[in-house]
């Protein structure tokens, strides 16, 4: 079955300082890949996307996630972080052979310091 | 764009209660509609997917008497939880994608629903 793997539960950067939160899947086809991200108490919003075409995928606030199927990864990056992207990322993925069901990783926990 | 709303936003009431939660996307046709929970700290889990007309497809586990889907029109999707129990508590989000019929097209989230039974 398909499934998402978010290597940890929590990250914690300064303000200012490179983001990087990692996705990866299993999958020997490529799915449709997604990054949401959820404040507190709320749903998701969707950061970014991928389906096909480029590789690099740019989304809102900053952040970017490259698509890279030898390594199964989709890992999300943000050059410089703001004390407002403090939140719960979650990455998520369709499977191609079922593209009604969103697959979600167990989401990371991004803390930013001043 | 692409705005689901979701109502109400918090709810508390006693065990037995029956509760229900509207999702309905604004401004755009959602054939589809997703119910998914949530606990505290942890992912989401997909508990029905809500189909414009038809049955809702319920994922194994989940109860379909205990929660009630209709989806009864384009833009709106209820969830009813009968007979509520403590153990019911959750936060409940609802999701929705658009109607033209491409596979990749994301779905955008309401704001969910905590629910706290007493």
């Known amino acids: 079955a398909q499934s998402v793997t978010q290597l940890g539960s929590h990250v914690s950067v300064s303000e200012g300082a490179l983001v990087l939160l990692r996705c990866n899947y299993s999958?020997?086809?490529?799915?449709?890949l997604f990054w949401y991200v959820q404040y507190p108490n709320q749903g998701l919003q969707l950061l970014l996307k991928y389906t096909t075409g480029a590789t690099l995928v740019k989304g809102i606030n900053g952040f970017e996630a490259e698509f890279k199927k030898s390594e199964t990864s989709f890992h999300l990056t943000k050059p410089s972080a703001h004390m407002s992207d403090a939140a719960e990322y979650f990455c998520a993925v369709t499977p191609l052979d079922n593209t009604d069901k969103l697959i979600f990783g167990t989401g990371t926990r991004l803390q930013v310091f001043p | 764009g692409a705005v689901v709303s979701q109502h109400p936003s918090r709810v508390i009431c006693k065990s037995g209660t029956s509760v229900k939660i509207e999702c309905r996307s604004l401004d755009f046709q959602a054939t589809t509609m997703f119910w998914y929970r949530q606990f505290p700290k942890q992912s989401l889990m997909l508990m029905a997917t809500?189909?414009?007309?038809?049955?809702?497809?319920?994922e194994q586990g989940v109860e379909k008497d205990k929660f009630l889907i209709n989806h009864a029109s384009l833009t709106l999707s209820t969830l009813t939880v009968t007979s509520a129990h403590p153990e019911d508590s959750s936060f409940y989000i609802c999701?929705?994608?658009?109607?033209?019929?491409?596979?990749?097209?994301?779905?955008?989230f309401g704001d969910g629903t905590r629910l706290s039974i007493l």
């Open positions: 999958s020997s086809v490529p799915p449709y």
């Open positions: 809500s189909n414009e007309g038809s049955k809702a497809t319920y």
């Open positions: 999701s929705a994608r658009e109607s033209r019929g491409l596979s990749n097209q994301p779905q955008h």
